[in-house]
């Protein structure tokens, strides 16, 4: 392990912790515009983990799937400008993102 790593590791961590409390609140309105996304994707897992998994939790898999599927569109009518929000801020990393490793994909593939 070589010292500049961890020093290098070190630095870059105080700074992310930095940054989060320096910005804090939007961090906060991205976790909100996160959260219904992710609750609606749990609860169509479970949903799907109800239908076509083993007898034994089917039950539990649908009360999940109900309660995170509940969470999740009503957080969608009560949060909707921190999802836009979040979605209109992620689209454009996304998109960069995967340009760029189609770009490489495609170069890879040339040679």
Known sequence: MRKNHVIGGL???GLGLFLAY???????EVLKGAL???????????????IFGRNTFKKMNF??????????IYGLYD??????????????P????????SV???IRTLT
């Not at 320096?22 to 906060?28: D, E, G, H, L, M």
């Not at 996304?94 to 490793?101: A, N, S």
């Open 94 to 101: 996304l998109l960069i993102v995967l340009g760029l490793v």
């Open 36 to 50: 219904q996304p992710i609750l609606i994707l749990f609860g169509l897992v479970a949903f799907a983990a109800g």
């Open 11 to 13: 630095i870059i961590f």
């Open 79 to 92: 949060e909707y400008y921190a999802v836009v929000d979040f979605f209109n801020g992620l689209i454009p």
């Open 63 to 72: 009360i999940v799937a109900a309660v995170f599927l509940f969470l999740g």
């Open 104 to 106: 490489v994909h495609g």
């Open 22 to 28: 320096f910005y804090s609140p939007y961090i906060v």
